[in-house]
């Protein structure tokens, strides 16, 4: 059988945030409870660091360039809530590089599931800006490395993380190639993302928000992902999906106010799996944000074995 391919990589600890909610001790936290539970049959791979030219597809060239250098500098606070270490630079183009080995594995190898797990997170990353814990936004350069290295033509992304995929919304606001779908709490950061953003010029409609209230929990994230996110993409017919999988719209994480448990992570992702086994798109998943260390653990690995 397949492969099932979970990436990271050890520069993740070099990004030093200090005392941040997004720290190093997330993922060494998974890792440490997938060890415990057992992996679920994936395979443990080392994320490459991505090409500088499939960076530069999603961000300008400039402003690459200017993490490199502020990185290299030995870092510091790029707004406040992002802040950078002399590591940062090798983390983030490992975490990119994770993402794209995922859609790689994915499509070019037949691996049945791929998770890329790493940091820094992507989803706030614009085409020329860093921001919200993110400096580059890792499943959009593997989206756009799936059109343009794979030749597809259709990629759909669904974005669970508690916050508004600002980044992913904007790179992709006029593109039919890509299907952006988020369930966010409303109101939160960064303040994006209404139901009536439904993308602009030959992208109108293929931007889907569904802001969800403070206090919403596995039901109605589950119901969205059932009457909204599935019928949508299965009427899209995408070639790909990827889940931008945060983790923050669970009950004990302290960034947000949502209350989903890892029974609702398991179901939204049993229901994407069959989506993804019904259309022959491929699924693979790329970790956004998780803040409290136990719950982010234990609904990765709820996430693995409903992909298993
Ligand atoms: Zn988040």
Redesign the pocket.
């Given at each position: 059988m397949a492969a099932a391919v979970f990436l990271s990589h050890p520069s993740y600890i070099g990004h030093d945030t200090g005392a941040h909610p997004e720290r190093a001790a997330r993922i060494a936290a998974i890792e440490r409870h997938l060890d415990e539970t057992g992996w679920f049959g994936f395979e443990r791979r080392e994320s490459p660091a991505v090409a500088r030219e499939l960076l530069e597809r999603c961000h300008s060239p400039e402003y690459v360039a200017a993490i490199e250098r502020f990185c290299a500098a030995g870092g510091g606070q790029i707004d406040a809530d992002t802040l950078v270490s002399a590591g940062s630079w090798q983390a983030a183009l490992h975490c990119a590089g994770g993402a794209v080995a995922a859609v790689d594995a994915l499509l070019a190898e037949g691996a049945r599931a791929a998770f890329a797990a790493g940091r820094p997170?992507g989803?706030h990353a614009l085409a020329a800006r860093a921001m919200?814990f993110c400096l580059f936004n890792n499943v959009a350069v593997a989206a756009l490395h799936a059109l343009g290295a794979h030749g597809l033509e259709r990629v759909a992304i669904l974005d669970w993380?508690?916050?508004h995929g600002n980044g992913t919304n904007d790179i992709f606001h006029s593109s039919a190639e890509v299907l952006y779908a988020s369930i966010h709490e409303s109101p939160l950061y960064p303040g994006t993302g209404p139901a009536s953003d439904r993308g602009s010029g030959a992208g109108v409609g293929f931007t889907l928000n569904m802001p969800v209230a403070t206090g919403s929990g596995d039901a109605e994230f589950c119901e969205l992902v059932d009457s909204m996110v599935i019928p949508r993409m299965r009427d899209y017919r995408p070639q790909l999906i990827l889940i931008s999988a945060?983790y923050?719209a669970h009950v004990e994480d302290p960034?947000?106010g949502c209350s989903v448990t890892e029974e609702g992570y398991a179901t939204m992702t049993s229901a994407m799996r069959r989506l993804s086994e019904e259309l022959e798109a491929p699924l693979g998943v790329v970790l956004?944000?998780g803040y409290e260390l136990g719950a982010l653990a234990r609904s990765v690995a709820a996430t693995l074995e409903a992909l298993a």
């Open positions: 997170p989803h919200g993380d508690v916050h945060g923050d960034l947000a956004e944000g």
